[in-house]
């Protein structure tokens, strides 16, 4: 586990028109990770972007790029994504049959692997994968769309899995992604979340930079 908590800026909620200007907003705010969220209009009901979205921001930015595939049969779509760049490559529990052949194929193709939990998947599903995995996503707003209202339940889930962790010595990085705000960020952070996906609480802020370092303040 590290000790350093890490904003993932999720450029969902950004203005496309003006991505280099508003990712080197967040970048000089003490952003960690950009966060790429890739929608299908199959496992969730939205589009987004894809492979050639991810190897701009790349081009953009030097800092880690963490892709959440919320798409059909993402296994098809893995050597795409890495080759664009992708740092970070988290599926869904939910979508992947042979989950634990999905994550090794992450590592084997040079990415960190991570696995992503909707609202209503009890932590428990992960038993049989969790010594494989380096990070853990709980969505803490059903996916596919930004701005969403967070899902309190979810504070129980982090702390269960933070729990898991430590009985287990297991090194992994608890990620949540949905409503994070200035509001409930702290309260995160206590109950053991080590990376903090934020989008309208940044993008959607007249002042990216400003946005950016006051959330990182809060949870140094």
Partial sequence: MSSKKIIASSILTSDFSNLSQQIRSTELGGADWIHCDIMDGKFVPNLSFGPVVVKAVKKITKLPVDVHLMIKDPD?????????????????????????????????????AGVAINPSTPIAFLAEVINLVDLVLIMSVNPGF???????????????????????????LIEVDGGISKNNIKELSDAGCDVFVVGNSIFGQDNITAATIELKNMVV
């Fill in 76 to 112: 098809v779509l893995l050597e795409n994504f890495i080759e664009a760049g992708a740092n970070w490559i988290t599926v869904h529990q939910e979508e992947v049959v042979h989950l634990n052949r999905t994550l090794t194929r992450i590592k084997e193709l040079g990415a960190k």
């Fill in 146 to 172: 930004g701005g969403q209202k967070f899902i309190q339940s979810s504070i129980r889930k982090i702390q269960e899995l933070s729990d898991l962790r430590s009985r287990t010595s297991l090194n992994f």
